[in-house]
């Protein structure tokens, strides 16, 4: 009897194994696409591409988080891109991978995506959707702040956000560059962990030596 549960347990650990590492292959084969990655049908491929992986899983948020930052980096390359619909999209996705997790870094993770969303479709009309999209943008960033205040891309989207804002609104370089320093710092301190989020890092770097 003892053996037969042995054996048993044996093989549940096996099969939960190959399920692991077929989901990390999975993973990593559509992560190294996004390099390559150009249009706004290569983007849309991605996204279907993580979320038929989310689906099959089932128990995984991440899936869902780079579909839906592979439909938020469509609606930067491609200008054209309805921002509305893609951030409806992203949106379902981020409410997808927040149900499967109870971690407040992953939480804050989610989060970033929102409010790279909700930046997207008040970049339309700045001036007419400010009040609505903008309001919803500073507040996600708040809310993953208060969740995980050292996540690195919290504070690289407030460092381009301030960066990118005129000096008469409250940004300005001066504004920018401690919060991107603070980010860069972030980058370098922090492991990189196999298929989480850490990008951006170019980005902050460039954008951080305009501010010298």
């Not at 992986?53 to 609606?75: F, H, M, N, R, V």
């Not at 809310?143 to 300005?172: D, R, V």
Request: aromatic share 8%; proline share 3%.
């Amino acid at each position: 009897m003892k053996k037969t549960i042995l054996i048993a347990a044996m093989m549940v650990a096996f099969i939960a194994n190959a399920q692991s590492e077929k989901f990390e292959a999975a993973m990593k084969a559509n992560l190294s696409k996004f390099d390559s990655a150009k249009t706004l049908a290569d983007y849309e491929s991605l996204a279907a591409a993580f979320t038929r992986i989310g689906d099959a899983e089932k128990t995984q948020w991440l899936p869902y988080y780079w579909a839906g930052l592979a439909l938020s980096t469509a609606g930067w390359v491609d200008q054209k891109a309805d921002k509305d619909v893609l951030g409806s999209r992203i949106v379902a996705l981020c409410d997808k991978a927040d149900a499967l997790t109870t971690d407040n870094a992953d939480k804050a993770e989610i989060l970033v995506l929102k409010n790279m969303a909700a930046t997207q479709q008040m970049l339309v009309d700045p001036q007419a959707r400010y009040m609505t999209y903008g309001q919803q943008a500073a507040g996600f960033l708040q809310k993953g702040m208060s969740l995980n205040a050292n996540n690195l891309l919290i504070h690289y989207l407030q460092g381009m956000s301030l960066f990118n804002t005129p000096e008469q609104f409250g940004g300005g370089k001066a504004k920018a560059k401690p919060v991107l320093e603070k980010a860069i710092a972030l980058f370098k301190a922090e492991p990189v962990k196999p298929l989480y989020p850490h990008w951006g890092e170019k980005d902050a770097i460039s954008t951080l030596a305009q501010c010298q």
